[in-house]
């Protein structure tokens, strides 16, 4: 059986803790490649933080981010699929958090948003790579 596709997750499969992609998983991504594999990222991180991965492996792909909700190609920012929150649950979502007290972080185009800055919103960035 020739395999078609291989989808990769970014954290705890493709790096651990240090962020590092080691050599012997870059090499056997490569060899994929090589086979006529086609090799992506499929990950709950947003799309910015996983195109720096994506260009460190040298794919120009479809990458599957947000947990599925936004699939772009990474070297032609084509969006093939994007699934948004309806306004009025996002809306509903704020409440809710605000009224539990529960820390709340948004992505909207791509970007990253906090109700609070804090400590755990700091590391949230040095692991993600992006700015809140």
């Not at 490569?30 to 195109?51: D, I, N, P, Y």
């Not at 040298?58 to 969006?79: C, F, H, M, Q, R």
Request: charged share 25%; hydrophobic share 40%; net charge negative.
């Amino acid at each position: 059986m020739k395999y078609k596709l291989v989808a990769i997750d970014i954290d705890g499969t493709l790096v651990g803790e240090d962020l590092v992609i080691r050599e012997k998983t870059r090499r056997a991504l490569h060899q994929c490649v090589q086979q006529g594999v086609t090799v992506t990222l499929a990950t709950g991180r947003m799309f910015q933080s996983t195109k720096p991965f994506a260009d460190k492996l040298g794919l120009a792909v479809p990458l599957i981010t947000y947990n599925g909700a936004l699939v772009k190609d990474s070297g032609t920012g084509e969006v093939y699929h994007h699934r948004t929150i309806p306004l009025e649950l996002a809306r509903e979502v704020v409440r809710l958090c605000k009224e539990l007290d529960l820390m709340l972080h948004a992505y909207v185009d791509d970007e990253y948003y906090v109700a609070e800055y804090n400590d755990w919103s700091r590391r949230y960035e040095e692991i993600a790579g992006v700015k809140g």
